[in-house]
């Protein structure tokens, strides 16, 4: 009896496996990375309903045979180690979670300027419900590949169609808007996913260079290599046996530097990363150089003011794939059970040092305010939130908590440092 999976509903539900826009195109940006690129160009381009999104690279492009396998779901092919992909999904799944059309043009040769083109779209496999290329259709931006393949092999992916990215019913403003703040969202995703490439840090592998709307994209390295004050902690390094498969990890703890040891306030603020100081804090687990996931403990230990400047970093080959569970959107992990009673205590002991650090700031009664302000020599040797939050218990314990707020609100016209000292 055959049970062949429908075609158009399968397609459908593959659309929510897990990406979001930046996701999506880091996913396609670790393609270009495999295939050896060293510049990506991604443009967002408004144009109303006909909107769109390249992303060109200058790898070793595709035939034409290359590029039919390519947009198969399940591409077929072999895998090196240290590759990126996996699953051979990434293409389609990543396109169409974004978009319902997508055209990919690469040159292989470097001699002839031979293009091959190719298109999948959504609403044919609805329609048919089959998983079928259509023709490349002549109204597409994918003919804009043409300036980037013209002297030398790549790939330019294009999504239109975009219903995901602009949904239906928005201004022309407001569709220009969204499109500039997911690129300005894009820029510091891929910067912290693939810092290591843009350093050209990675193994194996030369720098890379990525442009977002024409803007470079600069690494956000979590931490903060050129801080002369960061505490490095001895790196470990563990062997795990999975199977039939052998694989390493390993575990590189670092304190970074308090804020009045940082090299100055901007840089104080970059470090604090897109999601800021505390969910910044945690583990980075790299995955063959790629980072698959960004602060938090995994469930070893709870975020914590006092622990905000411990990062650590994890690095695991592909060949752990399977015991780390990555998902397909390769935007999560989980931390294997044969790993965790190995790092603990060193997470513990970071935890420590990191506290440490913490404190030496609050000593310096800086852990507040900018550096270079004048401090005064109460606040300067008691943390000023701890006195805020004993006067709000003493006042809730007293039940005078409406006169509190008398004199929150005095103090919020008169004196609104206090009240912003005092964490209120
Ligand atoms: N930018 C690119 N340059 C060259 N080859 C590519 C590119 N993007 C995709 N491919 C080819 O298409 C295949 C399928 O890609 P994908 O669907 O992302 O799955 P995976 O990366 O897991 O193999 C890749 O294995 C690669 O051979
Ligand atoms: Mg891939």
């Not at 670790?30 to 295939?35: F, K, L, P, Q, R």
């Not at 699953?87 to 974004?98: E, R, V």
């Not at 897109?274 to 469930?299: E, F, H, M, T």
């Amino acid at each position: 009896m055959d049970v062949t999976p429908s075609a158009s509903r399968l397609t459908n539900s593959l659309r929510d496996i897990g990406y979001d826009f930046a996701s999506a195109v880091a996913d396609l940006v670790d393609n270009s990375i495999s295939a050896g690129s060293r510049q990506i160009d991604i443009e967002l381009v408004y144009e109303g309903e006909s909107s769109y999104i390249l992303i060109a690279d200058d790898g070793w492009g595709m035939g034409d045979d290359d590029l039919t396998e390519a947009l198969r779901f399940g591409s077929r092919r072999d895998y090196l180690n240290d590759e990126l992909g996996r699953y051979g999904l990434g293409l389609k799944t990543a396109s169409l979670s974004q978009c319902r059309r997508v055209t990919v043009m690469s040159r292989r040769t470097p001699i002839q300027r031979r293009i091959s083109a190719r298109t999948l779209d959504l609403d044919h496999i609805m329609d048919t419900d089959r998983w079928e290329l259509v023709e490349v259709p002549e109204d597409t931006w994918a003919f804009r590949a043409l300036e980037w393949l013209d002297s030398s092999p790549g790939t330019v992916v294009c999504w239109e169609k975009l219903d995901r990215v602009l949904p239906k019913g928005r201004s022309v403003g407001g569709g220009r808007r969204r499109i500039e703040s997911l690129s300005n969202r894009l820029s510091d995703h891929l910067g912290m996913i693939f810092h290591r490439f843009l350093e050209g840090s990675a193994l194996d592998c030369h720098r890379l260079a990525i442009t977002v709307n024409g803007q470079k994209v600069r690494p956000w390295n979590p931490f903060a290599p050129k801080e002369e004050a960061r505490i490095e902690l001895p790196r470990r390094q563990f062997e795990i046996v999975a199977g039939d498969e052998v694989g390493f990890v390993s575990f590189t703890p670092i304190v970074l530097p308090a804020r009045n040891l940082f090299s100055g306030i901007n840089e104080f603020e970059r470090m604090s990363g897109p999601a800021k100081w505390n969910r910044q804090q945690g583990i980075y687990v790299y995955r063959a150089d790629r980072l698959v996931q960004s602060g938090g403990w995994c469930g070893l230990r709870a975020i914590d003011e006092h622990t905000k400047l411990a990062r650590a970093a994890i690095d695991f080959m592909p060949e752990l794939d399977e015991l780390f569970r990555i998902n397909v959107a390769k935007m999560r992990v989980s931390l294997p059970v044969e790993v965790r009673p190995l790092i603990e205590p060193h997470v513990t002991d970071l935890c420590h040092r990191a506290q440490e650090m913490y404190r030496r700031d609050l000593r310096e009664g800086v852990n507040q305010e900018p550096l270079g302000t004048v401090r005064d020599e109460v606040t300067s040797s008691i943390d000023a939130q701890e006195i805020g939050a004993a006067i709000l218990s003493a006042s809730l314990a007293t039940k005078t908590t409406a006169q509190l707020q008398s004199i929150v609100d005095h103090l919020r016209r008169t004196n609104p440092n206090v009240v912003k000292r005092l964490g209120w």
